[in-house]
């Protein structure tokens, strides 16, 4: 089995995070699927960011729930990483799923709700609204760090893929039964720690997977998919150390 390539923040890599420019840069490489971020603005809108406040990303400050969708189009959210970047402006989750629909992308989108330090109620609803509102043209992967967010998520929506997120060895185990996940998205270096056995139970989709090494080691070990900021090296590796 091909171990798949997600851009991890579209291409966090090369382009500011969780922006347009991205995650076209994401579908240029080929990579096979895309990782983004969504937090609740103050009026309910979803809003693709990493952090709960707009100050690393972009050049405003305050929380993302306590501005309004129209305050946060008015940032800029790519100068941070470099002057080009000045016109770009944070996406909504619709306006990134319209996009990849325009660009014909066929592969996944991972989908994570950033419910871990606020719970922002009603998110997972505005998600299943939006997922049943057209038909994508791509897969949908939802995942957290927060337990009560996917089975929120899976109560709504019990067609929907949802994953977990985690860091620790053992903390997986707590979840295992308990409602239905597809996969683990385990920290990189859960991997490294974990027993084999363990590792056969659930596909697993490791992530921040940038060096080199640690791409080889999840490509020889068939794991189902890495989370990178650099798809397009991820994909020369993989053509290096994986064949089929
Ligand atoms: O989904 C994998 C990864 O994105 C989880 O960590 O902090 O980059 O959202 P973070
Ligand atoms: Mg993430």
Known sequence: MRTQIIAHRGSKGAHPENT???????????????ELDVQLSKDGQLVVIHDET??????????????????????D???????????TRLPTLKEVFE?????VF????????????????????????????????????????????????LEKAPDFSAALLFRRLGEEKTHVGRYPLSAWHPKITWL?????????KMP???????KEREMKQC???????????????ALEVREKYQMD
């Open 106 to 153: 066929h592969g996944s989108v991972n989908v994570e709700l950033k419910t871990d330090r606020y719970a922002y109620e009603g998110i997972e609803e505005k998600v299943v609204e939006l997922v049943r509102s057209e038909e994508w043209p791509f897969d949908l992967v939802f995942s957290s760090f927060n337990e009560a967010t996917l089975q929120r998520l």
């Open 20 to 34: 347009l420019p991205a995650f076209l840069h994401a579908v240029k490489v080929g990579a096979d699927g895309i």
């Open 54 to 75: 707009v100050d690393r990303t972009t050049n405003g400050k305050g929380l993302v729930s306590q501005l309004a969708l129209s305050e946060l189009k008015r940032l």
């Open 192 to 200: 490294k720690r974990a027993s084999v056995p363990r590792l056969n």
């Open 204 to 210: 697993l989709r490791v992530w921040t997977v940038n």
């Open 99 to 103: 996009t990849l629909t325009k660009e």
């Open 77 to 87: 959210a790519g100068s941070w990483f470099n002057p080009g970047y000045s016109d």
């Open 219 to 233: 490509f020889r070990m068939s794991v189902e998919a890495i989370i990178t900021d650099f798809p397009e090296k």
